[in-house]
């Protein structure tokens, strides 16, 4: 696959990544490799197993799960998130998306899980310049590697919502009060339910919320792009950056929904080829059809279209940069909309999602294809995974 491999070495050379680790599945056939290094500073070779921080591309992890309690019969999708968090009881809203923090007005609908799995539930986040986003940021919420996810939603829960629930799509934290309902549902911890659920029927090894000391050598390091100069750095701790989140190597209470797990280009694979069938290699059920077809369809009005993320310090919407404007939402995952809105090329129906520090996936089961990509460098723009996409199109379909 020559076509990757020079469009991979030309962003390392050029010193926008460290290192990138790819893997294409189309009808059967597997296409792989990697370009780079573990870190740019002793430009140590990337091994098999290379551990990345995945980031939100934890989030589709908690999403599936979420819809296996469903398929039990533990909760429904027009549940309100108070049947299992009632600190949030006396949840209020902002009048507006511009008021001053103080300025509210009374909820008019409680989130429900399908709110919160479609980010159309009213919460913000950390990094979004909105009044709910710095309130965040000045709680440091999410910021500590040693609380428990109980304890971050119990802080949440004395923030007002940015919008009234289903009337606007904000990216936001709501996937991290999902994960902290999986451990209200099923008495458990998170660690325990995705290891039980999802880790150990996919055979993905390599993936936790923590990572053995003996694989500290396995981990690539994480860069920060420097958008003026156009090189990596070492990450900063600026107010409303993403880096501010905890994110702990060996911290073995710690979890988050969305965010926190650490996981290998194989064992992400083995996540995004079930979301083909909801099997996994051996036939046993992930999830049912029905509901894997309904988390990968559009399920927002157009209104809310396009989708957008906006940074606190950009004028303008990283819209162009996360490549969403052809896209939708499902229950946990883009979903493509338009393909005449990005040259025509992909297919109707490709979902997947990404992380901060740009790892990337999709899926497409009318091609039986399925595409990661990992690296890690926070805060890079979308050229690459716009570059991936096409080059799949345009080489193998």
């Known amino acids: 696959m020559k076509e990757f491999i020079k469009l991979f070495n030309q962003?390392?050379?050029?010193?926008?990544?460290?290192?990138?680790?790819?893997?294409?599945?189309?009808k059967k056939q597997t296409f792989e490799g990697n370009s780079g290094y573990l870190n740019i500073e002793n430009k140590l070779p990337i091994v098999e197993n290379t551990i990345y921080r995945i980031w939100s591309m934890t989030k589709p992890i908690i999403s599936i799960v979420i819809l296996q309690l469903i398929e039990e019969n533990k909760l429904k999708l027009n549940d309100s998130i108070t049947k299992f968090l009632p600190k949030f009881d006396n949840l209020k809203v902002l009048k507006s998306l511009d008021s001053n923090i103080d300025d509210l007005v009374e909820i008019k609908q409680m989130p429900t899980i399908e709110n919160l799995l479609c980010h159309t539930a009213?919460?913000?986040?950390?990094?979004?310049?909105?009044?709910?986003?710095?309130?965040?940021?000045?709680?440091?919420?999410?910021h500590s590697e040693l609380t428990s996810l109980e304890e971050e939603i119990d802080i949440l829960a004395s923030v007002p919502l940015l919008c009234q629930p289903s009337t606007k799509w904000i990216y936001s934290v709501s996937v991290d009060i999902l994960a902290r309902i999986i451990e209200i549902i099923t008495n458990s911890s998170l660690q325990i339910e995705l290891k039980k659920r999802i880790f150990d029927p996919l055979e993905m090894n390599h993936t936790s919320f923590n990572v053995d000391v003996v694989n500290y050598d396995n981990l690539m390091?994480?860069?920060?792009?420097?958008?003026?100069?156009?090189?990596?750095?070492?990450?900063?701790?600026?107010?409303?950056?993403?880096?501010?989140?905890?994110?702990?190597?060996?911290?073995?209470?710690?979890?988050?929904?969305?965010?926190?797990?650490?996981?290998?280009?194989?064992?992400?694979?083995?996540?995004?080829?079930?979301?083909?069938?909801g099997k996994n290699q051996y036939g046993k059920t992930i999830i049912s059809n029905a509901l894997l077809t309904k988390a990968t369809t559009n399920q927002l009005n157009k209104k809310f279209f396009p989708l957008e993320i906006i940074n606190f310090d950009e004028d303008n919407s990283l819209m162009e940069e996360n490549g969403l404007e052809n896209y939708g939402w499902g229950l946990g995952f883009r979903v493509m909309q338009e393909i005449s809105k990005f040259e025509n090329i992909g297919n109707t129906g490709e979902?997947?999602?990404?992380?901060?520090?740009?790892?990337?996936?999709?899926?497409?089961?009318?091609?039986?294809?399925?595409?990661?990509?990992?690296?890690?460098?926070?805060?890079?723009?979308?050229?690459?995974?716009?570059?991936?996409?096409?080059?799949?199109y345009k080489t193998l379909i």
């Open 351 to 392: 979902f997947g999602w990404s992380g901060a520090a740009s790892t990337y996936f999709l899926v497409d089961p009318k091609y039986d294809l399925v595409a990661v990509m990992m690296t890690q460098v926070l805060g890079a723009n979308n050229n690459l995974q716009k570059e991936f996409y096409k080059q799949i």
């Open 11 to 26: 962003y390392v050379d050029d010193g926008l990544y460290p290192g990138i680790e790819w893997k294409i599945s189309l």
């Open 221 to 277: 390091t994480q860069y920060e792009f420097d958008s003026i100069n156009k090189k990596i750095h070492k990450p900063s701790k600026n107010k409303q950056k993403i880096f501010n989140y905890g994110y702990p190597l060996n911290q073995l209470s710690y979890s988050r929904g969305g965010h926190g797990l650490f996981s290998t280009l194989n064992d992400y694979f083995k996540f995004a080829q079930m979301l083909l069938t």
């Open 122 to 142: 009213g919460f913000s986040y950390n990094f979004i310049g909105d009044a709910i986003g710095r309130k965040y940021e000045n709680l440091k919420l999410f």
